[in-house]
């Protein structure tokens, strides 16, 4: 094998690897953790918060936040703080670096991209479409669905990694 192939093989390898490891974390987390999880993915879909972001970006998106939170709506408060609370933990792992972190977390969004966690948010448009905008909390998971994805891409991955790792060896 050449090494630029090789160097792709590793890369769709680990690629995978990482895949199946976030199924492994997302298995063992309860509905409230899953709905956390929901609830970072959709704030950072509607920030546009990706690995590029720097922490200066993530400071005027707090400072955003912070304006929401100063009203006395009780509930457009409490969902700005809640908001708040994802930012200032954004903004410590993009301070400290943490690319593993950040990299985990993307990976994770991926897999509820392609819908592995099966949620609705009261907020999304009657066709169903996660559109990230709007977010409340009134975000549902179905667990069980949630579960039976996971179980299925686990077996997809698992068999893709198979095949790498044929190739990477026996090419």
């Known amino acids: 094998m050449s090494e630029g192939s090789s160097n792709t093989y590793n890369n769709r390898l680990w690629y ?8 492994y974390d ?10 956390n999880i929901i609830f970072t993915h959709m704030l950072m879909k509607e920030y546009n918060i990706n690995e590029s972001i720097t922490v200066d970006e993530l400071n005027s998106i707090k400072n955003k936040i ?4 100063s009203t ?3 509930k457009v408060k409490s969902l700005a703080l809640k908001k708040l609370d994802v930012i200032l933990t954004l ?15 993307l990976v994770t969004n991926r ?15 009657a066709d169903g479409n996660h559109n990230g905008k709007n977010i409340t909390y009134d975000i549902t998971v179905d667990v069980e669905k949630t579960m039976q994805n996971i179980a299925r891409k686990k077996e ?11 190739k990477q060896y026996y090419a």
Do not use: C, H
């Open 66 to 69: 912070e304006k929401e939170a």
């Open 111 to 125: 897999l509820i991209d392609e819908g592995i966690v099966v949620y609705n948010n009261s907020s999304d448009n």
């Open 91 to 105: 903004i410590a792992l993009k301070e400290a670096d943490n690319k593993q972190a950040w990299s985990r977390l």
């Open 16 to 23: 995978a690897r990482q895949l199946l490891y976030r199924l």
């Open 72 to 74: 006395t709506d009780y």
């Open 156 to 166: 997809e991955l698992e068999r893709e990694i198979i095949e790498l790792k044929k």
């Open 26 to 35: 997302l298995a063992v987390m309860n509905e409230q953790q899953l709905r």
